[in-house]
DNA sequence: TGTATTATTGCAACTTATTCGCAATAAATA
DNA sequence: TATTTATTGCGAATAAGTTGCAATAATACA
């Protein structure tokens, strides 16, 4: 199953490069200069996170958001991190905060999604 | 908009507070004596959420999940706590252990969805 | 350089979770 | 007991994500 490179994925790679903040499937859609069917975004995606490339957030909206960051770029940096989703901007981005937690006796941790609710710094700017 | 007391919502009231975990629409539906209908549970989960009686737990698989726990009866207790949802035995449950963070400038917290993904106590077991 | 192999794409249809409008029902209250 | 209006059931709608299939195109190889 080797990857073959193709117009589409190099754009929505490009995209996530360049993006701040998680994108969802819906916004790389709209941000694409070029057209591409809804079902080959997802699956671009999905093969971008099997490969490790990029990472899967799923928000308390129940939406999944994809995101490239530092810690995708070491994938030896085993460690969560949070992220934050702005109600205001409605964004969601990567925290370069990680997640601690200490689990109870016979619990075996294999993932971890974190997300935080609030206002950006952006976004609390608004009183000056 | 005064509350009614209903059989739907004692039923549903009850069944979450004698659950260990925290139970999805369709569990609850399952679990149920009486036949409730889809969306009537849904209407009576949100009104508990509104009421703080009862927290949301939205799972990696983009699935709302509802619990009752110590954490909600303290309201005043406002520390957000981790979930833990199991592979194994596919289920989500909360876990005593306080979510820790340290946002940088400027932003505001205003809630915390935190779910740990492994294999929980019970089925780690296996081994021994 | 031409051809075969198979990963990738687009399309349409499907699944699943959740919500919504509306009319019927039933708590609470006077 | 009558009135008010919160709650329910039903069916339909919405939205996110997936899947089957045939067509297309990237890669490997003669």
Known sequence: MNRRNT????????????SKKALSQDA?????????NRATIYRVLNRFCE???VHRIVAEDGKQYFA????CEK????????????L??????????????AVPN???????NCVLTGTCSDCSQVVG
């Open 7 to 18: 117009p589409t994925k190099e754009a929505v790679l490009n995209l996530l490069s360049n």
């Open 28 to 36: 790389i859609e709209k941000q694409l200069d070029i057209k591409i």
């Open 51 to 53: 490969d490790d490339m």
């Open 68 to 71: 490239i960051c530092k810690k």
């Open 75 to 86: 994938p030896e940096d085993v460690q969560y991190h949070f992220h934050f989703r702005c």
């Open 88 to 101: 205001s901007c409605d964004t969601i981005e990567c925290l370069q905060v990680p997640v601690n937690y």
């Open 106 to 112: 016979g619990y075996r941790v294999q993932g971890a």
